[in-house]
């Protein structure tokens, strides 16, 4: 018998599947119940493709909150605006509950800009964690995770070292970022099909996109006066994330000083390694959670970059690195066998 049960409420789309996969191969969790309203009646473990209980099926996103009786614990899957109804009556039952959305990762007061909607449980806004463990430590004992965004899981764990530690202004950061496809989810549409998106990179929600105010406030809690351009990309690969950021540097900031500020940060860290920034690159993340960073500076400018899988790092993997930790294991348990998907 594993010691979690597990919920995965959105078990279908990317995000949701690679995280069912993950509890079910852990060697501490099971798959309590996934919920698909496309795949209900289905075999979990068929759809997820690893060896699960063949009884296993997808129910229907509106049997969550009942079949929550079962887990010990849920992740969402699920869209922002789904999310910040599911969370409030999960967590409130005692189970631990991490978000992979975005519904509670800003204040109160940005939702109706950057997401469209007016939040209903503003309450819940300030005892979500927000799980980037590297830079914030381990969720505190009963609080929900608000797992991180792909975006900002790249950027902040490139720049954010080097803003906390004074050597790079706060004002004017520069976030340019390229992502595979399934960053947008599991869509239809011309502008998702290959024959659109092959041999294509193209920018979108250009001064828009819903991570440009999460990047803001994330870097926010490490120095004062943050303002941030961020731009994102699209491009032809099925998964990866690079992002390259732009700062100014500040006295004392030298090339030497910047690469030791990295190495210095992730010197003990399960999953983010510092190299020189022209080896950080998506073929050596992608299929696993680790993240690559790396930086340089002239008199002029900082530049740092960050590498993930946006699936892993960047969602699924990082919230059951959120969930060991919540448990008290190794932040790897269940992650530190992952191979990178290229030769």
Same mark, same amino acid.
């Given at each position: 018998m594993k010691d979690l049960r597990v919920g995965v409420i959105g078990a279908s789309g990317y995000s949701g599947s690679v995280a069912a996969r993950l509890v079910a191969t852990h060697p501490r969790m099971s798959v309590a119940f996934a919920t698909s309203d496309k795949l209900a009646g289905e075999s979990v473990a068929l759809h997820l493709g690893v060896r699960a209980d063949d009884s296993l099926r997808f129910v229907p996103?509106?049997?969550a909150i009942e079949r929550a009786s079962e887990s010990d614990? $849920?992740?969402?899957?699920?869209?922002?605006?789904?999310?910040? *109804?599911?969370?409030?009556?999960?967590?409130?039952?005692?189970? *631990?509950? %991490?978000?992979?959305? =975005?519904? #509670?990762?800003?204040? *109160?007061?940005? !939702?109706?800009?950057w997401y469209g909607f007016e939040h209903t449980a503003p309450m819940w806004l300030p005892r979500a964690h927000y799980g980037l463990p590297e830079l914030f430590g381990s969720p505190p004992v009963g609080a929900p995770v608000a797992n991180p965004g792909c975006y900002p899981t790249a950027?902040?764990?490139?720049? =954010?070292? @080097?803003?906390?530690?004074? @050597? $790079? &202004?706060?004002?004017? %950061?520069?976030? /340019?970022?390229?992502? =595979? $496809? +399934? =960053?947008?989810?599991?869509?239809?549409? /011309?502008? !998702?099909? #290959?024959? &659109?998106?092959?041999e294509d990179l193209r920018a979108y929600k250009v001064l828009s996109h819903q991570h440009t105010p999460e990047i803001t406030r994330g870097l926010s809690r490490l120095g004062e006066g943050v303002k941030v351009t961020f731009t994102p990309h699209l491009t032809a690969v099925k998964r990866g994330l690079l992002a390259t950021c732009y700062a100014r540097p500040r +006295?004392?900031?030298?090339?030497?000083? %910047? $690469? &030791?500020?990295?190495?210095? +940060? !992730?010197?003990?860290?399960a999953f983010v390694r510092a190299l020189p920034p022209d080896q950080v690159m998506l073929k050596r993340v992608v299929g696993t959670n680790a993240c690559h960073v790396g930086a340089t500076a002239d008199d002029d400018v900082v530049v740092a970059i960050g590498a993930i899988d946006n699936l892993l790092k960047g969602a699924a993997g990082q919230a059951i690195q959120n969930l060991n930790l919540m448990n008290g294991w190794d932040e790897a348990s269940g992650l530190d066998g992952l191979q990178r998907v290229s030769p």
């Open positions: 996103n509106a049997a614990a $849920v992740l969402l899957a699920t869209a922002a605006e789904v999310s910040m *109804q599911l969370l409030p009556a999960l967590a409130a039952r005692g189970l *631990q509950v %991490i978000d992979l959305s =975005g519904a #509670f990762r800003l204040a *109160q007061g940005d !939702y109706p800009r950027a902040l764990l490139a720049i =954010g070292p @080097l803003l906390r530690s004074g @050597l $790079v &202004e706060a004002a004017g %950061i520069v976030v /340019d970022a390229k992502s =595979g $496809v +399934t =960053g947008a989810g599991r869509q239809s549409g /011309d502008s !998702y099909s #290959f024959v &659109e998106v092959d +006295t004392g900031a030298s090339a030497g000083r %910047i $690469v &030791e500020c990295l190495r210095d +940060t !992730y010197a003990r860290s």
